[in-house]
């Protein structure tokens, strides 16, 4: 890695020399007066055969190639409803215990809070004392059909006894349901152990997010104790406009990049268009599924995703042509399109291109301005071209 910086630092050295060769020869008074003639003109620099073969400066011509085009369109990262859960009590009460904290990964059913009513006690008594009348039933309706196995039983008396059994179990079923909903297990508070405070679970696998409540806080079933969103399942909503929302198609291709993350990029593909158009800005949304299995992606952020339309024949060059200048690209066209082989001053131009996809290597481009798109471009030592020149300064026509 030393070796390669030390090569570039070497050449671009050198290649700055060469360009300054010629200079040295002027006055100091005539450069004080004219210190701003020194700025190149990006639409004629010239290079001799020592300065290019200094950095091996190379061209080549555009190339139309079939690449993978689509629709750019900004957006944000969503979790769908089904995916995000804000957690209440099933009960109002006080919370006594917090068991997780922001951050941490859930999984569902896992009991996150423990909230205390003593509401509950009452609704355990009942519930095993229930039980007990459930046990009492069962063995007089045992009695019942033995005696009447023998004939020594009324028919009448076998009856109630079912019927009272009946009530019972259906009794203690709804009431066992009712403990189920508040976390708490039927078969221990049918062995006789009661609890005065009930979980709270997870309703979903996720990570938790806003917790809302403190230890000894009263909520109820309309407060939010903390929420939960599953991040493993978050989705896309790009915002693409409406002359080009009949090119897009379910199932294509997406590449988004997370616009606040160095532009890191993941694929998906769209899942659903939203029929309803948004009347502000003449978009709609268009859903799109995401490989987020790591879950290290999360809603709301910002992303830019690019919608595959299918493949096209479109200008390209290869992608170390391209030099960036703050938010503008560039690329440097041979103003005369012959070889760089003769030994002559050549002269070359700096030119802004809109930048497309980026496929196999080759990024497609648009010339901002008029250009002579036969002329070659520079396609290796751009970037030596490019800081040697800003070095001199520059100014354009």
Do not use: W
Not at 5 to 16: C, D, H, Q, T, Y
Not at 180 to 190: A, D, E, L, N, T
Not at 193 to 212: D, E, H, Q, W
Not at 247 to 268: H, Y
């Amino acid at each position: 890695m030393k070796k390669t910086i030390l090569i570039i630092a070497v050449s671009l050295v050198a290649f700055g020399a060469i360009m300054y060769t010629g200079r040295s020869g002027e006055s100091a008074s005539h450069e004080e007066e004219h210190e701003h003639a020194e700025a190149y003109d990006m639409a004629n620099i010239p290079l001799s055969e020592e300065q290019i073969k200094a950095v091996k400066l190379a061209t080549s011509p555009i190339e139309f190639r079939d690449m993978d085009l689509g629709i750019k369109a900004n957006g944000r990262l969503v979790v769908r409803a089904q995916n995000t859960a804000e957690v209440s009590s099933t009960m109002a009460g006080v919370v006594r215990k917090i068991y997780v904290n922001e951050g941490d990964k859930v999984a569902k059913g896992s009991v996150i809070a423990t909230v205390e009513n003593p509401e509950v006690l009452a609704l355990q008594r009942e519930y095993y004392s229930v039980c007990k009348e459930t046990e009492y039933a069962k063995s007089e309706l045992d009695r019942q059909n033995y005696l009447a196995s023998q004939g020594a039983g009324l028919g009448k008396n076998q009856q109630q006894a079912l019927a009272q059994y009946n009530i019972s179990v259906a009794k203690q079923n709804g009431m066992a349901r009712q403990l189920v909903q508040f976390g708490i297990s039927p078969k221990s508070v049918g062995a006789g152990k009661f609890t005065s405070a009930f979980p709270l679970r997870s309703p979903i696998s996720g990570t938790v997010g806003r917790i809302t409540a403190n230890l000894g806080s009263y909520v109820d079933m309309q407060t939010p104790v903390m929420s939960i969103n599953n991040n493993n399942a978050v989705e896309c909503d790009l915002n693409v406009f409406e002359k080009d929302i009949d090119k897009v198609k379910r199932g294509a291709k997406v590449l988004i990049a997370m616009t606040n993350q160095g532009n890191r990029t993941i694929e998906g593909y769209v899942s659903g268009i939203n029929e309803n158009l948004n009347e502000g800005d003449k978009s709609v949304a268009v859903h799109v599924k995401l490989d987020n299995r790591d879950g290290e992606l999360f809603g709301g952020m910002y992303v830019t995703g690019l919608i595959s339309t299918g493949k096209e024949k479109v200008e390209a060059v290869p992608s170390k042509a391209i030099v960036k200048d703050g938010n503008k690209s560039y690329v440097f066209v041979h103003n005369v399109n012959h070889s760089l082989s003769i030994k002559k001053t050549h002269h070359f131009s700096r030119r802004e291109v809109k930048t497309g996809i980026t496929e196999n290597g080759y990024t497609q481009i648009d010339f901002v301005e008029p250009t002579n798109k036969d002329l070659p471009v520079v396609t290796n030592s751009s970037y030596y071209l490019a800081s040697a020149v800003s070095e001199h300064g520059e100014h354009d026509h």
